[in-house]
């Protein structure tokens, strides 16, 4: 399964019951958070994810409400008694910053954190598993900003049991079989792969783009994900000091989904000088008519 469920919608301040950003991907059996504005451990609680099932952090730049929250939901970890490794991956600086908080609270993690920076140019794989990858990619905002892609690594092959066994490949054997082997009998009679196997599906994607202004490289990062989550900090009609303030607009955010041939948009980030949301959505779908909002609670599966 592949999954994001969204903690935080807003931009720079929390407005309107609207959170700054953080959200979690699911994938396999890992949970994955993405930004940790302020007050996203509250919204944790609130939707009951739980704390513990976090092994990475990811943080895409370090503006405040991308990470505010980041201190004290990693001090939670250590009173709940935390002690599998935590890894953070993050622009460098925030590892001195995070070390000056936990120094001058005289703070000693029960666990062991791990930091890891982001950088180098175009799409970096900065975590592979063999179930799953996830990679940086630069977008274009004020200051250095990543966003993520998440990927499922699955078998090239997909297995018919009936096949199978009338071929009398042993089960043990299953799990080559999906990668593209042939089985070789006791008898000497090669069985090959596609005698047995059928194509898998399509591995499941999804991107988060962060903060950025609107740059059409960012397509190419993103193309063909099945959700991309891309932010629009402002309407249409504010395109002007959407670009001055490194942000993009609703039809920004749907021509790049448009132009990459993703299958579905979420757009987040709103900012605060909005109440209402449904302009977002309507504006959006103009240019890319599969977009939804990223509502905070709202578990949008793959």
């Known amino acids: 399964m592949l999954a994001v469920t969204i903690l935080g919608n807003n931009s720079a301040l929390p407005a309107f019951d609207r959170h700054p950003t953080a959200q979690v991907v699911t994938m396999e059996d890992q ?89 180098g140019g175009g799409t970096n794989v900065i975590i592979r598993e063999a179930r799953f990858e996830v990679s940086c990619f630069p977008v274009y905002h004020r200051i250095e900003c990543w966003g993520f892609l998440f990927r499922e690594v699955r078998p090239f092959r997909r297995i018919n049991p009936e096949k199978a066994r009338q071929y009398e490949v042993p089960p043990s ?34 991107a ?19 959700i991309l989550y891309h932010e629009t900090t402002y309407l249409k009609d504010l395109e002007i000091q959407a670009g001055k303030r490194f942000h993009s607009t609703t039809t920004q955010a749907a021509t790049i989904a448009r132009d990459a041939g ?7 980030h709103f900012s605060s000088k909005y109440e209402k949301l449904n302009s977002f959505e309507t504006e959006a779908r103009e240019v890319f008519p599969n977009t939804e909002l990223a509502l905070e609670g709202v578990t949008y599966k793959v």
């Open 31 to 119: 949970i994955f958070l993405v930004d940790c504005g302020e007050g996203t451990q509250m919204q944790m609680a609130k939707y009951k994810i739980r704390r513990s099932k976090i092994n990475y952090i990811f943080i895409s730049h370090l503006h405040g409400d991308h990470y505010f929250g980041l201190i004290g939901l990693l001090t939670s970890m250590g009173l709940l008694g935390r002690t599998q490794d935590l890894h953070i991956l993050a622009p460098a600086p925030l590892e001195e910053i995070i070390g000056m908080q936990l120094k001058v609270a005289d703070i000693h993690l029960p666990y062991p954190l791990h930091f890891h920076a982001l950088g």
């Open 262 to 268: 993703v299958q579905r948009l979420l757009i987040g």
């Open 208 to 226: 988060y783009t962060a903060d950025t202004m609107f740059d059409p490289r960012i397509a190419d990062s993103v193309r063909g994900v099945d």
């Open 173 to 206: 054997f299953f799990d080559r079989l999906k990668w593209g082997e042939s089985y070789l009998r006791k008898d000497g009679m090669l069985v090959e792969n596609q005698w047995v196997t059928e194509p898998a599906s399509k591995a499941k994607s999804y």
